[in-house]
Each structure stands twice: as C-alpha cells, then as structure tokens.
Nanobody, 112 residues
C-alpha cells in the first residue's frame, strides 16, 4: 500500500513537500505523482524511473522537483512557487511488475 502525506494550505508563492511511502510492495519501477483539480480530470505531474530519470509536465518544470529514495521506497515531490491553479488532490502512483498502485490522495490548497 501507499501512504501519502504533506498536503495542506499554502499561500501563493509558497512551498510544500509531498511524500509517499510504499509498504509491502517489491520490485518498484516508476514512481510518480498525479493531481486532480475540482471539475477536471486527473493529470500527470511527474514520474521518475527506478534509475532516477524524471519527466515533468511543462507547467511544473522549474517549480517542482521529483525524487525518490529506493531504500525507503519513498517518492517525494518538492513544490515551489505554488500558484492557485496548483490546487488539487495529489495522488502518488507506482508501478510494480506491470501493476499500478495508487495512494489515497493528499489535498494541496493554494490560497491567500
């Protein structure tokens, strides 16, 4: 299972770090984060391979940094310069042996 944490309320321009720890899952391949804003479809934020290669959606480049600790089976999303349009429920996801696992979602609200 996946346990996500780190969401909350932050002012525009602020920062947050999301974490997602896996337990009971072995041979983890890609890890990443998706988000779903109110009234919108879930979208990819960023994904990182086992070897550390990251891919970001354009609007997040330069503001978000994705990293992972393979020993801790944890993926992190460091978010800076947050904007109101970043408000969403953020979901972590990992792939293992061709199966996808999703976390429960953590709410990020960017508002003054």
């Amino acid at each position: 299972q996946l346990q996500a944490s780190g969401g909350g309320l932050v002012q525009p321009g602020g920062s947050l770090r999301l974490s997602c720890a896996a337990s009971g899952i072995f041979s983890i391949d890609n890890m990443g984060w998706y988000r779903q804003a109110p009234g919108k479809e879930r979208e990819l934020v960023a994904v990182i391979t086992r070897g550390g290669i990251t891919t970001y959606i354009n609007s997040m480049k330069g503001r978000f940094t994705l990293s992972r600790d393979n020993a801790k089976k944890t993926v992190y999303l460091q978010m800076h310069s947050l904007k109101p349009e970043d408000t969403a429920v953020y979901y972590c996801k990992l792939d293992s042996l061709s199966r996808a696992y999703w976390g429960q979602g953590t709410l990020v609200t960017v508002s003054s």
